[in-house]
Nanobody, 129 residues
Framework: QVRLVQSGGGSVQAGDSLRLSCVVS????????TGWFRQAPGKEREFVAA????????AYTDSVKGRFTISRDSAENTDYLQLTVLKPEDTAVYYC??????????????????????WGQGTQVTVSS
């Protein structure tokens, strides 16, 4: 059974930084692509960032480009989303997600929610002005 456990998040001021963590355990090996999504109150869950399973390819939604960075510590099976220069509009519950890619599709990232097999429990990020 694959499990994603998130940590990080919190309440910060505009301009501050946070780092979200997502520990992936279970039978994924390291062949999984990662996505981060967020959901603000009254809105649909939206794509934030994604990374291929070989970590060579990344993608970001336009509103976070240059401010957020997705990364992985393969030795720890932990994925990260570094959030900098936070804005009030970044306030949302953030979710990590993992997609088993197997040995052949390691150079693709996936921005669609439906692509993912497993989800973390979510973590709240609140940014005040």
């Amino acid at each position: 059974q694959v499990r994603l456990v998130q940590s990080g998040g919190g309440s910060v001021q505009a301009g501050d930084s946070l780092r979200l963590s997502c520990v992936v355990s279970g039978r994924t090996s390291n062949s999984y692509a990662t996505g981060w999504f967020r959901q603000a109150p009254g809105k649909e869950r939206e794509f934030v960032a994604a990374m291929s399973s070989n970590t060579r390819k990344t993608a970001y939604t336009d509103s976070v480009k240059g401010r957020f960075t997705i990364s992985r510590d393969s030795a720890e099976n932990t994925d990260y989303l570094q959030l900098t220069v936070l804005k009030p509009e970044d306030t949302a519950v953030y979710y990590c997600a993992a997609k088993n890619t197997g040995p052949f599709n390691t150079n693709f990232y996936y921005p669609g929610r439906a692509e993912y097999d497993y989800w973390g429990q979510g973590t709240q990020v609140t940014v005040s002005s």
